[in-house]
């Protein structure tokens, strides 16, 4: 069920009372239109069945489809026609004329039918929807790309990228779900460069040439905490937050082709929970309902509760209070450098040189080394 941490009456939190000038920066005056108490009745409300199914889900013990050879070669067959049958995709036919064999591979496609629990329509209308919205955050001189990566973000995403506001965690659940984690004190004031950040490393959670199959049906964890420095909200206005809430949910919803098993957000202070409250309904209740809330102080308990989900303290960042010590900052460089070494640009001799490398590469690098010395 919603879990909302103790924020009333006996027991209080220890956020409770932390409402100080500092806490209320980027607070709206008004309160919010819906709380996690109102999160709390929704869920009790669900039909039993509907509840159920995504406790199975949250907690990593839902059914798993058996993907016979009969039913995903029916699946696939019926997901081409179901795309036919979808007018005004002219993103989706510019992908099939211009990236035919990524496109309409088997292993692409399934991604978006395990998105989907095989139900072929929601599959077929996601992967329309996700080559559209790709053009969009990317454009079209990057979205038909076979794979996404560094190379495909924009050079003002840079900034975001060298802070490390997203991150794929190394570490999985017990069951095999990939972890992603949402530093908020790292994030950039970017939305369109944190939206193109979030892409990035769900892409790189689900087609990871190891382990992206099982991330597809096991779907991924997200879990967000981290202090903010001198603000609540990381981007200039609740508008521009409402507008980054409402992109990431549409997206994980309904372009990407990645099933979100449960969110866990830690707030640090009280009045981040409110902030959190402000934009609660822009989620819909597909995401919402998969939500637990901690008082980011209570690391201990956390740590049980979340080993409850599956998570286990050595999958947990140190930031939320766990044993993970992820160099983030390192790990970016090697991992750019690695792909140099392996890409378009394997004909440059030692390419690991900065002195070799394009002059945007070389500002990424120094970003990632100057944010890495800081923290």
């Keep these: 069920m919603v879990e909302p941490m103790d924020i009333d009456g006996e027991g209080q939190s220890s956020l409770q009372g932390q409402q100080n000038q500092q806490d209320q920066i980027g607070l709206p005056a008004a309160a919010p239109d819906f709380t996690f108490d109102a999160l709390q009745q929704e869920h009790a409300a669900l039909p039993p069945e509907e509840r159920m199914k995504i ?18 070669s029916n699946s696939l067959s019926q997901l081409d026609e179901a795309i036919e049958d979808i007018p005004n995709k002219e993103a989706y036919d510019t992908a099939i004329f211009i990236a035919a064999d990524h496109a309409q591979s088997d292993k692409f496609r399934l991604a978006f039918l395990r998105a989907d629990y095989f139900d ?73 460069a944190m939206l193109r950040l979030a892409w990035y490393n769900f892409h790189l959670a689900i087609f990871h040439p190891e382990a992206g199959e099982l991330t597809q049906k096991r779907g991924v964890i997200n879990l967000a905490g981290g202090t903010l420095q001198g603000k609540l909200n990381p981007f200039s206005s609740i508008a521009e937050l409402k507008r980054y809430v409402n992109c990431i949910n549409s997206d994980c919803t309904s372009a990407l082709p990645v099933r979100v098993a449960a969110l866990h957000f830690f707030p640090n202070t009280r009045a981040a929970v409110i902030l959190m409250e402000h934009v609660l309904r822009h989620f819909s209740s597909t995401v919402r309902l998969r939500m637990n809330i901690y008082d980011a102080m209570r690391t201990d308990l956390n740590l049980v509760e979340l080993g409850v989900y599956g998570i286990q303290p050595n999958a947990i960042p140190k930031e939320l209070g766990g044993g993970l010590d992820f160099n983030y900052h390192q790990n970016m460089r090697d991992c ?40």
């Design 55 to 72: 406790e199975r889900e949250r907690f990593g013990v839902e059914q798993e489809i058996i993907e016979t050879p009969e039913l995903v």
């Design 120 to 192: 072929v329509q929601a599959a077929a209308q996601r992967m329309v929807s996700y080559w559209e919205r790709k053009v969009e955050l990317f454009g079209v001189e990057r979205a038909f790309n076979t794979h996404l990566s560094f190379f495909d973000l924009k050079e003002e995403d840079y900034p975001a990228l060298a802070k490390g506001g997203v991150r794929l965690l190394p570490s999985r659940d017990d069951f095999g779900r990939a972890l992603v984690f949402r530093h908020m004190g790292m994030f950039g004031n970017n939305v369109d």
């Design 336 to 375: 750019i450098i690695a792909t140099l070494r392996c890409s378009r640009l394997d004909a440059v001799e030692n390419a690991g040189r900065e002195e070799n490398l394009p002059e945007s590469i070389r500002k990424l690098l120094s970003l990632l080394e100057a944010e890495g010395a800081q923290h």
